[in-house]
């Protein structure tokens, strides 16, 4: 089972940048789907980009051409640059994986790990 390990939240002034970074161990990460999620204070969690085994790319509308997703499998982790970020984009930040990528666009999954918060204020 995956055992996700994300970091590199904070606490930053909106147009400000931030790199998190999600380590994912119990799993063959190379072949594993892997994506990053966010979940808002009342609302649900959302998809916010997801990366394929061979490198393919969603991102969801609201972070298009400011955050990037990518991976390193050398180094069983996943990450996520974000740019220009926004107040809106405050929330607990997760990732997950799973060989099958319609459940990674769906965020379907039983357990999650800790999530690493971010913070966009003035």
């Known amino acids: 089972q995956v055992q996700p390990v994300e970091s590199g939240g904070g606490l930053v002034h909106p147009g400000g940048s931030l790199r998190l970074s999600c380590t994912a161990s119990?799993?063959?990460?190379?072949?594993?789907?892997m994506g990053w999620y966010r979940q808002a204070p009342g609302k649900e969690r959302e998809l916010v980009a997801a990366?394929?085994?061979?490198?393919?790319?969603n991102y969801a509308d609201s972070v298009k051409g400011r955050f990037t997703i990518s991976r390193d499998n050398a180094k069983n982790t996943v990450y996520l640059q974000m740019n220009s970020l926004k107040p809106e984009d405050t929330a607990v930040y997760y990732c997950?994986?799973?060989?099958?990528?319609?459940?990674?666009?769906?965020?379907?999954?039983?357990?999650w790990g800790q999530g690493t918060q971010v913070t966009v204020s003035s």
């Open positions: 997950n994986a799973d060989y099958n990528w319609s459940k990674i666009l769906r965020a379907d999954f039983g357990s």
């Open positions: 119990g799993i063959i990460f190379s072949r594993n789907h």
């Open positions: 990366i394929t085994n061979g490198g393919t790319i």
